[in-house]
């Protein structure tokens, strides 16, 4: 008993090492930075080595190919993003305008999902009481709702 515990530690250990390495592939971006493909990424990536580190049918070795293979895929779509213009748009998606001159556009929050109150907790963030004084509220690509108020 003992000892499968510490293959199951030194499995885990191994994997960890290896992702911890793997990531570095992904340059200095801290989590916050994280935008959707990278939390997918991160998340398939788990899914991947689980069964490597537990009693799984799954083995180390597929594990880790599975992770590497899906670090390299990550990768290559950075530099895509990086070097090809218009690629960014394409992965990552584009902002979307909610508000404009204090008038909010009704089809856009519909299409983006985006309510009333979801903006209005925006509004209070900044400070704003009323979409009236609001000159431009954007939808992120990351989900945030940035505000430019009038001044």
């Known amino acids: 008993m003992l000892y499968d515990l510490s293959i199951y530690a ?8 290896y992702l911890f390495l793997g990531f570095r592939l992904f340059g200095k971006r801290q989590v916050a930075q ?5 939390l997918a990424t991160l998340i398939a990536i ?3 080595v689980q069964n490597a580190m537990t009693r799984g049918k799954g083995d180390l ?5 599975a992770s590497m293979t899906l670090i390299l895929a990550g990768w290559l779509i950075t530099r895509a993003v990086v070097r090809l213009p218009g690629t ?4 990552y998606g584009t902002p979307t ?3 404009s001159d204090g008038v909010a556009l009704e089809e856009r929050m519909h299409k983006e999902r985006v309510t009333h109150e979801e903006l209005e907790v925006a509004l209070r963030q900044h400070g704003l009481t ?7 509220a954007v ?3 990351d989900g945030a709702i940035s505000i430019v108020p009038f001044r």
């Open 61 to 65: 070795a597929v594990g880790l190919v």
């Open 46 to 48: 788990a899914n991947a």
């Open 97 to 99: 305008i909610l508000v």
């Open 34 to 38: 994280f935008n959707l493909y990278d």
């Open 139 to 141: 939808l992120e690509v």
């Open 88 to 91: 960014q748009a394409l992965v």
């Open 130 to 136: 009323s979409i009236a004084k609001v000159k431009l």
């Open 10 to 17: 030194g499995k885990t250990a191994i994997v960890l090492l």
